[in-house]
């Protein structure tokens, strides 16, 4: 699951701090592989995404922050129970938020919860999450996350094609885990 990284501000939840080291750990360092469409990447922090911050350099602490603030406060991961809440980040992190929390909500529904899949993280959904059975629900936003890349890559076209079968092996290992 990654191990925390060592933070400087005691603001951070200990839940946030486990979640974001999984993210730091399955993100990895510095990257700018072309056929990634977020072009150079460290620690998952993409140029495309933060045009205004210097990624070469860009610190862990740096990144820690950003995940804290445009990532786990701003899309509400700390009103889910803790395992469910890190893998939904994490899959935020890779797939965006909004695809993460439908996986979630759809990973709900196959536990038998009604909810709404649309892509929000709202007060049902999280009601809903605080309601499943833990391993259930985990097994079951697994196989969510997994049948989401498996499409993703399968209807890929154009340019993205190459670089989305390309990514796919990773992205399952990470759905997985």
Same mark, same amino acid.
């Given at each position: 699951?990654?191990?925390?990284?060592?933070?400087?501000?005691?603001?951070?939840?200990?839940? /946030?701090?486990?979640?974001?080291?999984?993210?730091?750990?399955?993100?990895?360092?510095?990257?700018?592989?072309?056929?990634?469409?977020?072009?150079?990447t460290r620690f998952g922090i993409s140029a495309r995404a933060y045009p205004g911050v210097?990624?070469?350099?860009?610190?862990?602490?740096?990144?820690?922050?950003?995940?804290?603030?445009?990532?786990?406060?701003?899309?509400? /991961?700390?009103?889910?129970?803790?395992?469910?809440?890190?893998?939904? /980040?994490?899959?935020?992190?890779?797939?965006?938020?909004?695809?993460?929390?439908?996986?979630?909500?759809?990973?709900?529904?196959?536990?038998?919860?009604?909810?709404?899949?649309?892509?929000?993280?709202?007060?049902?959904?999280?009601?809903?999450?605080?309601?499943?059975?833990?391993?259930?629900?985990?097994?079951?936003?697994?196989?969510?996350?997994?049948?989401?890349?498996?499409?993703?890559?399968?209807?890929?076209?154009?340019?993205?094609?190459?670089?989305?079968?390309? /990514?796919?092996?990773?992205?399952?290992?990470?759905?997985?885990?």
């Amino acid at each position: 699951m990654g191990t925390a990284p060592a933070a400087t501000n005691e603001k951070y939840t200990p839940e /946030f701090l486990i979640a974001v080291g999984r993210v730091l750990s399955n993100e990895g360092g510095y990257s700018s592989d072309p056929l990634d469409p977020g072009g150079a990447t460290r620690f998952g922090i993409s140029a495309r995404a933060y045009p205004g911050v210097d990624i070469a350099s860009l610190t862990r602490d740096d990144a820690v922050k950003i995940y804290w603030r445009d990532w786990w406060l701003k899309f509400g /991961f700390a009103r889910l129970p803790a395992a469910a809440a890190a893998k939904t /980040f994490d899959l935020a992190v890779n797939m965006g938020p909004a695809h993460a929390i439908e996986c979630l909500q759809r990973a709900l529904r196959a536990c038998g919860h009604r909810v709404s899949e649309d892509g929000a993280l709202g007060a049902g959904t999280a009601l809903a999450a605080s309601r499943a059975d833990p391993a259930a629900l985990t097994s079951a936003l697994r196989s969510e996350a997994a049948a989401y890349y498996r499409v993703a890559a399968a209807l890929a076209r154009g340019p993205r094609a190459d670089a989305d079968r390309e /990514f796919l092996s990773g992205w399952l290992n990470r759905a997985y885990e």
